[in-house]
Every structure is written in structure tokens, then in C-alpha cells.
């Protein structure tokens, strides 16, 4: 079946599809990201990895303003159910995503196994400080994308970098074509979801995502205001036996691939 590695479309239920045999592995990106992006965390991975885009990414519709993490966990889960997965990776969005898949004990997550949730930026709530810190930056980026100011959106969003990956030329383009496709593209519907929480604390969603039996992975980094470490370790002590991994600032999408891939092999196998 051909696609575009990029850019797959309905026919492939928006999902690109590598590698052969046993075990299967979904792969979920982060808000502005693309399959692009979550293709290195799959590197040195066994078996299938099937890489997903979400609504509003990749040239799949968006769903219309106000997403929630409910949205993308339904999305998720047909992902999960269309390639028989049974382990997932998913980063910042998809993670919140697939946590609330597992807090919910939805169907799609009996078969699996093992669960990585990589950049978390939700959990079942926020800090003041960092509710505030996001509500602020959220209002800086809803004007700059109204008046479609993609320089001004682009250093914003490095203004949450630290220095050193701030500098980065990549990160510098990375960054540009994200604030280019908030401007030119659906993906804008989304901005609210910094300010949404991922987990319901009623009707048991705490006690159902800490019997999951599976193996999970909480990884981060420091220094990064959209994914704060607090996140990461509150979800990491919510979930029985989860192992929490916490880089220097910066390593994860940019100065410590390496070290990514070593922690996502030896958890995957």
C-alpha cells in the first residue's frame, strides 16, 4: 500500500506503518508535531511501529475548536485498535491521551503491555504557579496567531526553551514550521489544550489507571515549563512499579537522542 511517510491519509486511517512482525507498537505525537517527530523514538524498537497522526496534524481535519484530552484518547484508541497494539509510545498530547485511555480502563488498552509516556504535560491538574504560567503564555500565543505573526509565535515558543536549544539551528526550524502551521493550518482549534487536564479524579480514574497490569515508562526532562518534572512524578507515583526517567534540560528532542534511544530500547527490548 502506498503513502506518503509523512502525510498518510484516511485510506490508512491517518497511519504510517514500518518494519514487520511481532511486537506492535503505536506511536502518538505532541501538540504541532508530526509523524516526522516521533519516528526517532521508534529507532533500535523490534517488531511493527505504526505511527499515527492526530486530528488538526499532518493534514487531518481537526475536530473544531476546544480539544480535549477525551478526544484524543478516542482517536488514540481506534489507533491502538487498528494495529493491534499491544505497547504505545506517546509524547506530551498523546501521553495525556494515553493516560486517559488507562484511567478509564477503555478496551483498547487490555492488550497492552508496555506504555511510555514521554514530555507528560497533563496530568489530573496543575499547580498554581504553573496554571498561571500557561494561561499567560496561551494568551500571548492566541494574539500573535490572530494577527498571524509567525516570528513573533516562533520566539515565543523558544522563549520556553532553555538558551542552549533555544540557539539550535534545527530547533530554530523545528520551531518555525510549528508557528507556520498555527498560522496557515486547523491546528489553532487547539491551543486551549494547554490548560486541560488529562485525568478525571472522580469515578475511580486514580484507582483504575493504578491496577493497570502493563509496564510504563514516564520519561522527561528539566528546565521545560510545558512538561514540568512535578507532572512527570506525580503520574509516575499515581501508577504501581512505573519507572520515572528524568534527563538534563533540552535532551529529549534535541541533546540527548542517544541516551532517548538507550532508555526506549532497554524498555521496549
Sequence with gaps: MAFDLNHPGADTGYIATFGSGDPQTLFGHGFAGAIRDTRPFGTGITGTKHYLHLPGHGGRPSPGPGWTYAQIAEVLAEGLDAASATRALGVSMSA???????????????????????????????????????????????????????????????????????????????TRTKAENLVDTDLSDGLGLALEVAVETKGGALETLARFPGEVLVLTHEDDPAHPVEIAADIAAAIPGSRLEVLPAGSILWKGRAEVRRILSDFFG
Design 96 to 174: 495525556g491521551g494515553l493516560l486517559r485511555l488507562l484511567s478509564t480502563g477503555d478496551p483498547s488498552t487490555h492488550t497492552l503491555e508496555k506504555v511510555a509516556l514521554v514530555l507528560p504535560a497533563s496530568f489530573t491538574g496543575f499547580p498554581a504557579e504553573v496554571s498561571d504560567r500557561n494561561r499567560s503564555y496561551l494568551e500571548q500565543l492566541r494574539a500573535l496567531v490572530d494577527s498571524r505573526d509567525v516570528e513573533g509565535i516562533a520566539d515565543l515558543m523558544l522563549s520556553r526553551e532553555p538558551a542552549e536549544v533555544a540557539e539550535l539551528a534545527p530547533a530554530r526550524a523545528w
